[in-house]
DNA sequence: TAGCCTCGAGATCC
DNA sequence: CTCGAGGCTA
């Protein structure tokens, strides 16, 4: 054979092989024997191993065989991968609240027309997202922690489902195009796989969702490919030069399976909370006969434009939901119960189950949450319970089975002293929570805090589990944090000896002692590897109360570094947003801490520094106003209002503090508040306090970016109104752009807004400004107010 | 000041 | 996932 009808053989086996798998897999209406389709699919794998040139990302063999990873490799996501809210309502009312929630976001009318939405199936299976670049596969991953995943391009390539090459027949097919679907297990599938298991004398799988995933993260994709995957489209992530845009959810799912992609044929556009209802209960019907699991449907606002308008929230979509169907519930006895200290101290009462099988999986705990849910229930020691995995997932007892009492059941009872370290348990007044006085000085709260610290959204320090993190507090490794990056191979290798020796663990032989060494190698590897965190994990990895993702993350934004989280007074924190009293004093409080302000030296000490610290954002500026200042100070009776009234008549607290007692009776504020000011800067440590937050924000302000901070003056004192949709910018997007420019955003317009800035389908806020006289803009208007030079 | 909306915290199972 | 509580808004 000559290279040249080689290459062309090649080419023309690998179209065949394609149109016959399609044929196969998508149309289920197969045109060629197996044996003929096995044939040519050898004849394609020998020319390709003589001819490794030949060999194409897309070619039908390389669906199996590469040969095995050592692990898999981690992908950040170009576009986050979100989860979506579930619905905890299975009723009807579960819809009726999602369409309410979203009418009530897009500001509607009682009366305006139904929403229109897209209705679909909530598969039980993985996520992931695949990467086409020019049509062809190039990568696979799952979702992971929704910024970074994992690839696993190599597994995903043996799912028939998967096509290796997007048709281009009836749509143009864009240079980038991430899909997102569910990868799952058919019930057929699942069972036939475990009658092969049986037949080999190998162990059963459990459920098909574990199945599938076990199956996706295998490193070696010939094991991966002898499990029966299957696949379904539903979303998208990154999209670059489409000459295709789809206006809705239900068109560009139609545009997927245009482009060979495999879509689940039960969805379904639903009118308003009826349609939605309708479709829930004409799939309740439908599910058992399936053939694969799901547990629920999703509804998604089907017009893009809207869904840009809803927006997100920290993690979930505004413009969808899950609506899930009743869980199956089962009866167990309860055979004890026993309570947790969390990272905070938290007392929680967990209930020791007789295992039983629900949901697809055994369940032998279950959360009681606190005292006053376990007396609500009434559960006792000794109860029948009612089990369910509430959304199914997490295991709950729904009730106790009164009748089936015999009298010898127990009364739980509360320990008046933490089961671990002894100290007392307070339960604040009016506070659902019990919690352990003792602090740090309490093992649990200390192992606590660690598994905090090590976790996934936080340092994300791979391999260092729960039960290791236990030892090395236990046998004295590690105290705080900073202990971690202390550690050296022998300390690792020591406390596992120890701690395999206290738990009966067999003794480990020679070859064992190697993995061991292999093993505290890769997890000395991961502590380094995680001292570069962004400043929002290391910030949240800290543990500060109330302090959570959001929160952080707002913070990191905000303050830029990690030395202006540390000195920030606690009148800065109580001006940022979604900061109140109790979140500010946690944080000042926090750093004010001697204990912790060693723990965050040390960690600066052992090299761990947020990778990616700035200048404060341009928006903190207008959050540093006078005004802002003056009212978040915690000076008693000066309320929002007044606290503008005073920084209108001395515009910065330096001057405020030069006042004599004499001039500032002169202020134009009313007797009771005047008192309670000269009263309260007589208090030394007051008017401190005040002289050290001018400092610190006349010297953070001087650190905001020159450039921005002119343009942050653009819209300094100015009061916008949104309504209606824009064209390009999303709510959220308008909101940031206006306040990062020093300028407000209210909800309702009045005489003292400045513009109202309107899109298409403007509602009744629109007629308001026109009566009040207000000025109108579009979007246009806003950036070329924007671009316009300073006005005066 | 009440009522909504979000966030934080704790727990489960593989 | 569920509950409680903190923050914002009307």
Same mark, same amino acid.
């Given at each position: 054979?000559?290279?040249?009808?080689?290459?062309?053989?090649?080419?023309?086996?690998?179209?065949?092989?394609?149109?016959?798998?399609?044929?196969?897999?998508?149309?289920?209406?197969?045109?060629?024997?197996?044996?003929?389709?096995?044939?040519?699919?050898?004849?394609?794998?020998?020319?390709?191993?003589?001819?490794?040139?030949?060999?194409?990302?897309?070619?039908?063999?390389?669906?199996?065989?590469?040969?095995?990873?050592?692990?898999?490799?981690?992908?950040?996501?170009?576009?986050?991968?979100?989860?979506?809210?579930?619905?905890?309502?299975?009723?009807?009312?579960?819809?009726?609240?999602?369409?309410?929630?979203?009418?009530?976001?897009?500001?509607?009318?009682?009366?305006?027309?139904?929403?229109?939405?897209?209705?679909?199936?909530?598969?039980?299976?993985?996520?992931?997202?695949?990467?086409?670049?020019?049509?062809?596969?190039?990568?696979?991953?799952?979702?992971?922690?929704?910024?970074?995943?994992?690839?696993?391009?190599?597994?995903?390539?043996?799912?028939?489902?998967?096509?290796?090459?997007?048709?281009?027949?009836? %749509?143009?097919?864009?240079?980038?195009?991430?899909?997102?679907? /569910?990868?799952?297990?058919?019930?057929?599938?699942?069972?036939?796989?475990?009658?092969?298991?049986?037949?080999?004398?190998?162990?059963?799988?459990?459920?098909?969702?574990?199945?599938?995933?076990?199956?996706?993260?295998?490193?070696?994709?010939?094991?991966?490919?002898?499990?029966?995957?299957?696949?379904?489209?539903?979303?998208?992530?990154?999209?670059?030069?489409?000459?295709?845009?789809?206006?809705?959810?239900?068109?560009?799912?139609?545009?997927?399976?245009?482009?060979?992609?495999?879509?689940?044929?039960?969805?379904?556009?639903?009118?308003?909370?009826?349609?939605?209802?309708?479709?829930?209960?004409?799939?309740?019907?439908?599910?058992?006969?399936?053939?694969?699991?799901?547990?629920?449907?999703?509804?998604?606002?089907?017009?893009?434009?809207?869904?840009?308008?809803?927006?997100?929230?920290?993690?979930?979509?505004?413009?969808?939901?899950?609506?899930?169907?009743?869980?199956? *519930? *089962?009866?167990? /006895?309860?055979?004890?119960?026993?309570?947790?200290? =969390?990272?905070?101290?938290?007392?929680?009462?967990?209930?020791?189950?007789?295992?039983?099988?629900?949901?697809?999986?055994?369940?032998?705990?279950?959360?009681?949450?606190? /005292?006053?849910?376990?007396?609500?229930?009434?559960?006792?020691?000794?109860?029948?319970?009612?089990?369910?995995?509430?959304?199914?997932?997490?295991?709950?007892?729904?009730?106790?089975?009164?009748?089936?009492?015999?009298?010898?059941?127990?009364?739980?009872?509360?320990?008046?002293?933490?089961?671990?370290?002894?100290?007392?348990?307070?339960?604040?007044?009016?506070?659902?929570?019990?919690?352990?006085? =003792?602090?740090?000085?309490?093992?649990?709260?200390?192992?606590?805090?660690?598994?905090?610290?090590?976790?996934?959204?936080?340092?994300?320090?791979?391999?260092?589990?729960?039960?290791?993190?236990?030892?090395?507090?236990?046998? =004295?490794?590690?105290?705080?944090?900073?202990?971690?990056?202390?550690?050296?191979?022998?300390?690792?290798?020591?406390?596992?000896?120890?701690?395999?020796?206290?738990?009966?663990?067999?003794?480990?032989?020679?070859?064992?002692?190697?993995?061991?060494?292999?093993?505290?190698?890769?997890?000395?590897?991961?502590?380094?590897?995680?001292?570069?965190?962004?400043?929002?994990?290391?910030?949240?990895?800290?543990?500060?109360?109330?302090?959570?993702?959001?929160?952080?993350?707002? %913070?990191?934004?905000?303050?830029? @570094?990690?030395?202006?989280?540390?000195?920030?007074?606690?009148?800065?924190?109580?001006?940022?947003?979604?900061?109140?009293?109790?979140?500010?004093?946690?944080?000042?409080?926090?750093?004010?801490?001697?204990?912790? /302000?060693?723990?965050?030296?040390?960690?600066?000490?052992?090299?761990?520094?947020?990778?990616?610290?700035?200048?404060?954002?341009?928006?903190?500026?207008?959050? %540093?106003?006078?005004?802002?200042?003056?009212?978040?100070?915690?000076?008693?009776?000066?309320?929002?209002?007044?606290?503008?009234?005073?920084?209108?008549?001395?515009? @910065?607290? =330096?001057?405020?503090?030069?006042?004599?007692?004499?001039?500032?009776?002169?202020?134009?504020?009313?007797?009771?508040?005047?008192?309670?000011?000269?009263?309260?800067?007589?208090?030394?440590?007051?008017?401190?306090?005040?002289?050290?937050?001018?400092?610190?924000?006349?010297?953070?302000?001087?650190?905001?970016?020159? @450039?921005?901070?002119?343009?942050?003056?653009?819209?300094?004192?100015?009061?916008?109104?949104?309504?209606?949709?824009?064209?390009?910018?999303?709510?959220?997007?308008?909101?940031?752009?206006?306040?990062?420019?020093?300028?407000?955003?209210?909800?309702?317009?009045?005489?003292?807004?400045?513009?109202?800035?309107?899109?298409?389908?403007?509602?009744?806020?629109?007629?308001?400004?026109?009566?009040?006289?207000?000025?109108?803009?579009?979007?246009?208007?806003?950036?070329?107010?924007?671009?316009?030079?300073?006005?005066?």
């Amino acid at each position: 054979m000559t290279d040249l009808f080689v290459a062309d053989r090649a080419a023309w086996l690998r179209a065949e092989l394609h149109r016959y798998a399609e044929a196969y897999y998508t149309h289920d209406a197969p045109v060629v024997p197996d044996a003929e389709y096995d044939r040519l699919f050898r004849e394609l794998q020998s020319i390709e191993a003589t001819h490794p040139e030949l060999r194409t990302l897309d070619s039908p063999t390389q669906r199996v065989g590469g040969s095995a990873l050592k692990e898999l490799q981690p992908v950040r996501h170009q576009v986050a991968m979100l989860s979506i809210e579930t619905e905890t309502d299975t009723t009807a009312g579960g819809a009726e609240a999602f369409d309410a929630r979203v009418r009530r976001k897009l500001e509607l009318a009682e009366d305006a027309p139904p929403i229109e939405y897209a209705a679909e199936l909530k598969f039980d299976g993985l996520a992931v997202n695949l990467r086409y670049e020019d049509g062809v596969l190039v990568q696979a991953a799952t979702r992971g922690d929704g910024e970074v995943g994992e690839d696993v391009t190599h597994n995903a390539r043996t799912i028939r489902d998967i096509p290796l090459r997007l048709r281009d027949d009836k %749509l143009p097919i864009p240079r980038v195009l991430e899909v997102r679907g /569910e990868i799952y297990m058919r019930r057929d599938d699942f069972e036939r796989l475990n009658e092969r298991q049986r037949e080999r004398g190998e162990k059963t799988f459990i459920n098909p969702r574990n199945t599938a995933a076990g199956a996706l993260r295998q490193l070696d994709p010939a094991i991966s490919a002898q499990r029966p995957l299957s696949f379904f489209a539903y979303g998208s992530g990154e999209i670059l030069d489409w000459n295709f845009a789809p206006q809705t959810h239900a068109e560009f799912v139609q545009a997927l399976a245009d482009l060979g992609l495999p879509v689940c044929e039960h969805h379904s556009v639903a009118q308003g909370a009826g349609g939605l209802v309708e479709f829930h209960e004409y799939i309740a019907a439908l599910r058992d006969q399936l053939p694969f699991d799901i547990d629920g449907v999703v509804y998604k606002v089907n017009s893009l434009a809207l869904q840009r308008q809803l927006g997100f929230r920290n993690r979930e979509p505004h413009w969808a939901v899950a609506h899930k169907y009743p869980a199956q *519930e *089962e009866i167990t /006895e309860l055979l004890d119960i026993e309570v947790q200290v =969390g990272r905070t101290g938290a007392i929680t009462p967990v209930a020791r189950l007789k295992p039983v099988f629900v949901g697809g999986v055994t369940v032998t705990n279950a959360t009681l949450h606190n /005292e006053d849910e376990l007396r609500r229930k009434d559960v006792r020691i000794g109860d029948w319970v009612i089990v369910r995995r509430a959304g199914d997932v997490i295991p709950e007892i729904v009730a106790a089975v009164a009748e089936r009492r015999s009298g010898s059941e127990r009364q739980f009872v509360m320990p008046t002293q933490c089961p671990v370290c002894g100290s007392h348990v307070v339960r604040e007044e009016g506070e659902a929570i019990a919690r352990c006085s =003792g602090g740090l000085a309490c093992r649990a709260q200390r192992v606590q805090a660690l598994i905090h610290f090590a976790g996934r959204r936080m340092m994300d320090i791979d391999g260092l589990g729960d039960r290791y993190i236990e030892s090395l507090v236990d046998f =004295g490794y590690v105290e705080s944090p900073a202990d971690l990056y202390r550690l050296k191979l022998e300390d690792l290798l020591e406390m596992k000896q120890r701690a395999d020796a206290r738990d009966g663990v067999t003794p480990e032989t020679v070859l064992n002692g190697k993995i061991a060494t292999k093993w505290a190698e890769n997890l000395i590897t991961a502590i380094a590897n995680s001292r570069r965190p962004p400043l929002a994990r290391l910030l949240f990895a800290l543990g500060i109360r109330h302090v959570g993702e959001a929160t952080a993350k707002m %913070l990191a934004e905000y303050l830029g @570094s990690l030395a202006n989280v540390r000195s920030a007074p606690r009148a800065v924190f109580a001006a940022l947003p979604d900061i109140g009293q109790v979140v500010a004093e946690a944080l000042f409080d926090f750093f004010d801490e001697k204990n912790n /302000e060693r723990v965050i030296d040390a960690l600066l000490e052992a090299g761990v520094a947020p990778a990616d610290e700035h200048p404060p954002a341009a928006k903190l500026a207008p959050r %540093l106003a006078t005004s802002e200042l003056l009212a978040h100070a915690g000076i008693p009776k000066l309320t929002e209002i007044r606290a503008k009234q005073l920084a209108a008549q001395v515009d @910065s607290l =330096g001057k405020l503090l030069a006042l004599t007692p004499l001039e500032r009776n002169a202020l134009d504020l009313p007797a009771e508040v005047l008192g309670e000011l000269n009263t309260w800067l007589q208090h030394e440590q007051n008017s401190a306090a005040l002289h050290a937050l001018d400092a610190w924000c006349t010297q953070i302000l001087a650190s905001v970016p020159q @450039s921005d901070e002119s343009a942050s003056a653009r819209f300094a004192g100015k009061t916008f109104v949104l309504t209606g949709t824009l064209p390009t910018l999303s709510r959220d997007a308008a909101t940031a752009l206006i306040e990062a420019n020093g300028g407000k955003v209210s909800g309702s317009v009045s005489k003292k807004t400045h513009y109202v800035l309107a899109g298409s389908e403007a509602g009744s806020k629109l007629d308001k400004a026109r009566d009040l006289g207000v000025t109108i803009i579009d979007e246009a208007g806003l950036l070329a107010l924007l671009e316009a030079p300073a006005q005066a």
